[in-house]
């Protein structure tokens, strides 16, 4: 069953419809079925889109194996990319035993390479299972690239699919997100939305792509926050250090002991990291140099300013949802989202003995929204009150 869509202003204008979009289904013949009342679900299309502003959100398009794991059983890893990154997302499944929730965003003419890529995955590597376990896919449409025939990938090998051809392909995934972001529209905050609103489980932990946790981190962090009650539950984040590319992927720390023998070299002086790197690690330094061990999680520190929360977890149900009006204001994307955090009374407990390393240098100060908002410090001020004056309205005195 597919969907096929096509333009038609006057027609959904006379039906008061705010987009120029009109959806027809292409349903099965029937004529080898008894003539019989049929029930009234069989006719409903298996695709379902929703609308937000001008794209078009496509939740479930992959689904995982793995819908059980929901509310305090499991947590859910949310990210976003375009198919490009499903390179990053082969490597985070290494350190990762958990669902992952992936907003993908599907520009002008991708539609076809983001099928091609799923069916590599699927046939030709070995991350089929786990893939295919943990992750859901939703993807994101503007409302003038969506592909003419919506559909899902075939459940049986596609007829002539042979995986060296696609082997020419692979080095499409080294692109950076940074670079495909110089010539496309990104709706960041949108995308990093739809992946947490689809997350199953009470727990997120929403990375950046090329992001890579600690091995086990779900078991270990779990275990911890059942026995860590206190304090407000409701309006509390657990940060993790992040630290920039100091090895190879199949090298990368699996624990702190290890992380802190890999940046020696780094904090002696012998290599040199870029300024920006090298002012980060001399902030982590007492962070590195408390004592914790191996496999343990314990609080380093709670705070009400978030100096060590590049990246956190926190609770789907009360952190607020990214602004999707503007862009964020500077390089961080977590900027403006920590900001509110600051403004709602939230805690910021930092971890020990987990952390979060990067596989390749910093792409964040080259993310480039789909809004462009270059504003004063007053009006970006301004903006951050109203945000935190609209979701103190929702979390009210939680």
């Not at 520009?107 to 390479?113: G, Q, R, V, W």
């Not at 962090?221 to 590319?245: E, I």
């Not at 403004?343 to 792409?363: Q, Y």
Request: glycine share 4%; with cysteine.
């Amino acid at each position: 069953m597919v969907w096929k869509t096509t333009a038609s202003k006057q027609d959904l204008s006379a039906r008061g419809y705010g987009r120029d979009m009109r959806v027809q289904f292409q349903l099965p013949k029937l004529s080898k079925f008894k003539k019989k009342a049929l029930p009234a679900y069989f006719n409903r299309p298996r695709l379902q889109l929703e609308q937000n502003g001008d794209y078009w959100i496509c939740n479930n398009f992959v689904r995982s194996s793995s819908p059980e794991l929901r509310g305090n059983m499991s947590l859910t890893l949310t990210t976003h990319g375009t198919y490009r990154d499903f390179w990053h997302i082969k490597w985070l499944l290494v350190r990762w035993s958990a669902p992952i929730s992936m907003a993908v965003y599907v520009d002008k003419n991708d539609f076809e390479e983001l099928l091609e890529s799923l069916y590599h995955i699927k046939y030709c590597t070995i991350f089929a299972l786990s893939w295919s376990h943990w992750i859901s896919l939703h993807l994101v449409f503007h409302d003038k690239h969506m592909p003419e025939i919506l559909h899902r990938i075939k459940s049986e090998h596609p007829y002539g699919y042979r995986c060296k051809e696609f082997n020419n392909k692979e080095k499409q995934f080294l692109l950076t997100l940074a670079n495909h972001r110089r010539y496309t529209r990104y709706p960041l905050n949108l995308l990093r939305n739809v992946a947490r609103l689809n997350a199953q489980t009470y727990y997120v932990f929403a990375l950046e792509p090329g992001m890579l946790p600690t091995r086990n981190l779900v078991m270990h962090f779990l275990q911890f926050v059942h026995l860590f009650q206190t304090g407000k539950p409701r309006k509390r984040v657990y940060c993790l250090p992040v630290f920039p590319p100091i090895c190879k992927d199949f090298e990368l720390p699996k624990y702190k002991s290890d992380l802190k023998d890999r940046l020696k070299p780094y904090l002696n002086g012998s290599f040199v990291l870029s300024p920006s790197d090298t002012a980060q690690l001399n902030m982590l330094r007492p962070w590195l140099l408390n004592p914790v061990l191996d496999g343990d999680i314990v609080i380093y520190a709670i705070s009400k300013q978030p100096q060590y929360c590049p990246a956190y977890i926190s609770s789907n149900a009360y952190e607020p949802l990214y602004d999707q009006r503007y862009g964020d204001f500077n390089s961080d994307p977590n900027s403006t989202q920590l900001q509110v955090l600051i403004g709602l009374g939230f805690d910021f407990v930092v971890l020990d003995g987990t952390f979060v390393i990067r596989r390749h240098s910093n792409w964040q100060a080259e993310v480039y929204s789909d809004h462009s908002y270059n504003a004063t410090s007053a009006q970006k001020l301004k903006h951050i009150h109203e945000l935190i004056r609209m979701n103190a309205l929702t979390l009210g005195n939680s």
